[in-house]
């Protein structure tokens, strides 16, 4: 997988190059490449902004140097043929980045390159006609706004990279985590069993691995069900099992009892 990244703050990924992340590249599993969008400006103050037409508040990112880094990113491309590289433009009004996009990604891609926008944004002409050589694809991390999308870039190249196989110290971990599978992650434990007057669950001092699988995929559903009910309600139907429904029945009785205790 190649990575392009075009930025006026290519310092700002520095923490890209650390951990399993710093390890996916050393061992080739995939290639960041970081370009400083002022290289490309054409006025000796290296300027990559401008007053927007129409008037309003900030700046707005000018197209010439982003249309000369993307023409170089585009240069830089390994696919063959027609193949398209990926553009993915930060954005609070792109669609929402989950898992399943990740896994999409890291499964489908070869290489995507970044634009993350500073100020009031990037002209929308830069979009329209790089929409002629890339597949252009807005993304949002949530729905909040940041200084700039340097820090999304970030969040997606490390959701995208830990699926890429090999790139994942225990591959192992990407089959029980939060949001593989439709629900959130069990909580976990660890010596001592003891903890400032806290015991490790004892079931998971029991050795009886069905019983821990038990107990797991109960805290799941209890996790999900209490901080993200909008995945209960997603969540296949033909994936509940027996005791899954019977637990879910006991979760929703008891949350329409403190419901109607509160108004009494």
């Known amino acids: 997988m190649r990575f392009d990244v075009i930025t006026i703050f290519p310092e700002y990924l520095a923490p890209l190059e650390l951990s399993l ?75 929402v980045l989950t898992q399943q996009l990740a896994y999409q990604l890291a499964e489908e891609e070869q290489h995507i390159v970044f634009a993350p926008a500073r ?13 002629q050589s890339f597949r252009v694809m807005p993304v949002s991390i949530g729905d909040y706004v940041l200084y700039g999308g340097e820090v999304a ?6 959701a995208i990279t830990r699926l890429i196989p090999g790139a994942m110290g225990n591959p192992e971990s990407l089959d029980e985590e ?20 806290q015991q490790v669950p004892s079931i998971l001092l029991s050795g009886n691995h069905g019983a821990i699988a038990r107990w797991r995929r109960d805290e799941q559903i209890i996790r999900t069900f ?23 029945q006991e979760l929703h009785a008891a949350k ?9």
């Open 178 to 197: 939060s949001h593989t599978g439709g629900l959130l992650e069990y909580p976990v434990y660890t010596k001592p069993a003891t903890w400032r007057d």
């Open 153 to 158: 870039v970030m969040v997606m190249i490390e």
């Open 21 to 95: 992340l710093g390890k996916a590249q050393e061992t080739g599993k995939v290639e960041l490449n970081l370009t400083n969008l002022r290289d490309y400006a054409t006025d000796r103050h290296k300027t990559v902004d401008d007053t927007p037409y129409g008037g309003g508040a900030g700046m707005v990112m000018k197209p010439e140097p982003w249309g000369l880094a993307l023409d170089q990113a585009l240069a830089n491309s390994p696919l063959a043929g027609d193949s398209q590289p990926l553009l993915i433009v930060p954005s609070p009004a792109g669609q």
């Open 256 to 264: 329409k009892a403190a419901e109607q205790a509160a108004i009494a």
């Open 226 to 248: 209490e901080r993200r009910y909008d995945m209960i309600k997603a969540y296949p139907q033909e994936g509940w099992d027996k005791k899954d429904r019977k637990l879910l």
């Open 119 to 131: 100020y009031e944004g990037i002209d929308e002409r830069v979009l329209n006609w790089a929409q």
